[in-house]
């Protein structure tokens, strides 16, 4: 099945868009070509819609998920199979970040992910039952920025989206163009490329963020609140274990698990020294 609704919501009022501006100069003249301008001013003036792509099979989870979003301003396209999600996200529809169910009638949401992957670094966010942490590390490796154990609070998902959409279109974090790092790592933080002694690394974009955070000044120890500030969001919050993922998962890909040391109840330090840096 699929679903599409782009906030035709009659009831949206005009003042939930910022800088709403009317598209013509003369006034509509009835109520209801007032409210399709609107609406149209809405859906297609607004720099800053959001268009959400949900895939997600369950009519349960789905249908009060897209009316939230979409009364939050989110245009929403739903899919209810891993290959409809893939398709919408391959033709013409906008879409600026995805919401990916995991148990999908078809491929599930980790091949979803792969392929969309494999064309994009748009932000994906993974609604998972599945909570256990090999899940979420695979999840984290095949590329998905974030990931959220059902049930989860609306409101949390909300400030999710709004992160990971924000960092999307945010520099992240600035340091040197590239850093030379003992033990043949070579990070180049203008082509968002790390590799060892000359093999590139694949790392998703949270995890070259943090990896760079950390060699932008190394030895130093990064706090925890740090890190969530500079790579996630300022105003992170919830009882989320993504931070120890995605470093988890980062020794695991740079080959050694004591490059990133732990520093008990305060945060991580890279266990090595900057060689040279150039530009
Ligand atoms: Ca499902």
Not at 100 to 110: A, K, S
Not at 117 to 133: K, V
Not at 202 to 219: C, H, I, N, Q, V
């Amino acid at each position: 099945m699929t679903t599409t609704v782009k906030s035709r919501n009659p009831t949206t009022p005009a003042r939930m868009v910022k800088n709403w501006q009317s598209p013509v100069a003369e006034g509509p003249k009835t109520d209801e070509e007032r409210q399709l301008l609107l609406t149209a001013a809405a859906t297609a003036c607004h720099p800053c819609r959001v268009n959400v792509l949900l895939v997600e099979d369950d009519d349960a989870i789905a249908e009060p998920l897209m009316k939230g979003l979409e009364r939050q301003g989110f245009s929403v396209h739903r899919e209810s199979t891993g290959l409809g999600g893939v398709d919408a996200f391959r033709s013409s529809t906008p879409v600026d970040i995805v919401l990916l169910d995991l148990g999908l009638p078809d491929i599930d949401g980790y091949e979803v992910c792969r392929r969309v992957r494999s064309d994009s670094s748009i932000p994906i966010i993974i609604l998972t039952a599945r909570g256990d942490e090999i899940d979420r590390v695979l999840g984290l490796e095949l590329g998905a920025d974030d990931y959220m154990v059902k049930p989860f609070g609306f409101r949390e998902l909300i400030a999710r989206i709004n992160a990971v959409t924000r960092r999307s279109q945010a520099t992240g974090v600035q340091t040197d163009d590239i850093i030379r790092l003992t033990g043949g790592v070579v990070i180049d933080n203008r082509t968002r490329r790390v590799t060892i002694n000359g093999e590139e690394l694949s790392l998703t974009r949270k995890e070259f963020d943090l990896l760079a955070l950390l060699a932008s000044d190394p030895g130093a120890t990064q706090t925890r609140e740090t890190i969530l500030e500079q790579v996630w969001d300022a105003h992170w919050y919830g009882p989320t274990k993504t931070l120890d993922v995605h470093i988890a998962s980062l020794r695991k890909k740079l080959g050694d698990p004591t490059i990133i040391e732990t520093v008990r109840g305060v945060g991580f330090r890279l266990r090595t020294s900057i060689e040279s840096d150039t530009n």
